[in-house]
């Protein structure tokens, strides 16, 4: 019973380009959504995070969209560069409780 | 500003065996959540301490036990350690009460403890 899908293992990118990146949960109670990137041997890195009663964030190059409705949430790097290659993860959570992660999706940037 | 820590940073047992995993919070934090990530999965919610008591759990079994500190640190154990138990954990910390840099929810990760049970 997976909450939380990320159904793009992978996703290649040009460099300069937009990245999309695409999360869908199932409970309509998760009321705080995280996007993490992460790195091999690294932790979890923390980038952008949106309530549920936004439906848009934004942080610099990265936009964090939300749809209710559909239960699904995206995240957009514009222009994408070398260095955001890395494994994101999408999570939610309800309030200050546990989060929920997605299986991830191996993102790489091409120059 | 010290981020969250973990000690140790590798470890390897065999079956049987008991582990104990350590954490430092990002300064300033009051709780602190455990996570199980397998090879190619993403992280998998153990439980949570706030207030050196447990305050929810993932679906695991008591063989994974925790503990938190006066000082908000915690702990990890796991006891009669099996093969399936080989991954990486990590730790978060957040702030319950108050406002963090990412809003009271948001969830800081350490670096992990990859644990190889053979």
């Known amino acids: 019973d997976q909450q939380v899908k990320q159904n793009s293992p992978s996703l290649s990118v040009q460099e300069g380009r937009i990245s999309i990146l695409n999360c869908d949960y199932t409970n309509s109670m998760f009321d705080y959504f995280l996007w993490y990137k992460k790195y091999p041997a690294e932790g979890p890195t923390f980038l952008i995070s949106i309530s549920s009663i936004k439906d848009k964030n934004e942080d610099g190059r990265f936009t964090v969209f939300l749809n209710k409705s559909a239960k699904h949430l995206s995240l957009h790097i514009v222009p994408s560069q070398p260095g955001d290659s890395a494994v994101y993860f999408c999570?939610?959570?309800?309030?200050?409780?546990?989060?929920?992660f997605g299986q991830g999706t191996r993102l790489t940037i091409n120059p | 500003d010290a981020g969250v820590t973990q000690s140790p940073t590798h470890l390897i047992k065999t079956r049987g065996q008991q582990v104990t995993l350590r954490c430092s919070p990002k300064s300033g934090h009051d709780t602190v959540s455990w996570y199980q990530q397998a090879l190619g999965q993403g992280p998998q919610f153990i439980f949570q301490?706030?207030?050196?008591?447990?305050?929810q759990r993932g679906n695991f079994p008591d063989r994974f036990s925790g503990h938190q500190f006066p000082n908000y640190s915690s702990e990890l154990n796991v006891n009669a350690l099996l093969l399936g138990d080989s991954a990486l954990y990590l730790c978060?910390?957040?702030?319950?009460?108050?406002?963090?840099?990412?809003?009271?929810?948001?969830?800081?990760f350490g670096p992990g403890t990859r644990l190889l049970v053979l």
């Open positions: 978060a910390s957040s702030l319950v009460r108050g406002r963090g840099t990412g809003g009271p929810e948001t969830q800081y």
């Open positions: 999570a939610v959570g309800q309030g200050a409780q546990k989060l929920v």
């Open positions: 301490y706030y207030e050196e008591e447990e305050r």
